[in-house]
């Protein structure tokens, strides 16, 4: 039977676990309220979650009971030391961070520390290999620059995007040893694509990468066209 997915990180993550993923502990850098792929499909190992806004973090206790989890209420960088977070209210319940506000949105600053992944591995040595995703709105690169020696130690890293940051990220995660697997969780602007998750996982012979990427797979098996299809993004497209 062919298991035919779809453009989610879900399926995504589901695929690399078939294959053999290995995780010992989620760091989850933005993770918001939730970040519910990666809390359900890894409940059984630790989460350490990154999330600098406060009024997220009684969401967050809340969808985590039950799990192994740490919430570290800090901000990650390439850099130590104070940090001005800028917070846009988008609506009355919420509060979403960027770097800058929207025009028309009620903004404000709050100082919270800083440091880089780097560090706070090095600090507190989590279990690895690492599955680590990033997802901050816009301050993604800065976390990759000071996560050079932790992306070495992962065995997944999820990073969002914007269509415009897409080669500087991809050449950071080329340089840590990392291959782009798979593109997720595309988002458009009126028609044209704004933002989407890499999803990055070792390049070496022994690890995943031989397994899953198809050119290899070509190379050394003998083509089966049951498993060659166009991918749609939605179940309704499924055939």
């Avoid at 519910?36 to 600098?52: A, G, K, M, T, Y």
């Avoid at 960088?77 to 028309?104: K, M, N, Q």
């Avoid at 914007?162 to 782009?180: C, D, I, S």
């Amino acid at each position: 039977m062919v298991v035919r997915r779809r453009l989610t990180k879900w399926d995504s993550i589901q695929t690399l676990l078939r294959a053999g993923l290995n995780v010992g502990t989620v760091i989850d850098v933005g993770v918001q309220r939730d970040s519910p792929d990666l809390r359900q499909l890894f409940s059984s190992v630790p989460h350490i979650l990154f999330e600098p806004v406060l009024e997220y973090h009684e969401d967050i206790h809340r969808a985590y009971a039950g799990v192994n989890y740490k919430l570290e209420p800090v901000a990650l960088s390439d850099r130590y030391g104070p940090f001005l977070l800028r917070e846009v209210r988008a609506d009355a319940d919420g509060v979403v961070s960027h770097v800058s506000p929207a025009e028309g949105h009620e903004a404000s600053l709050r100082t919270v520390q800083r440091k880089t992944l780097d560090g706070y591995v090095d600090e507190t040595s989590p279990a690895k290999p690492y599955l680590i995703k990033i997802d901050v709105d816009g301050h993604e690169t800065e976390i990759l620059k000071g996560a050079r020696r932790a992306l070495f130690d992962a065995s997944c890293v999820i990073v969002e995007t914007t269509l415009h940051h897409l080669p500087e990220r991809l050449r950071l995660a080329e340089v840590a040893g990392l291959a782009l697997w798979d593109i997720v969780d595309m988002t458009y602007y009126d028609g044209c694509l704004y933002q989407c998750d890499l999803v990055f996982i070792p390049d070496r012979a022994d690890g995943l990468i031989r397994r899953l990427d198809p050119r290899m797979r070509i190379a050394f098996e003998a083509f089966d066209p049951a498993v060659w299809y166009s991918l749609h993004a939605s179940a309704e497209d499924d055939v």
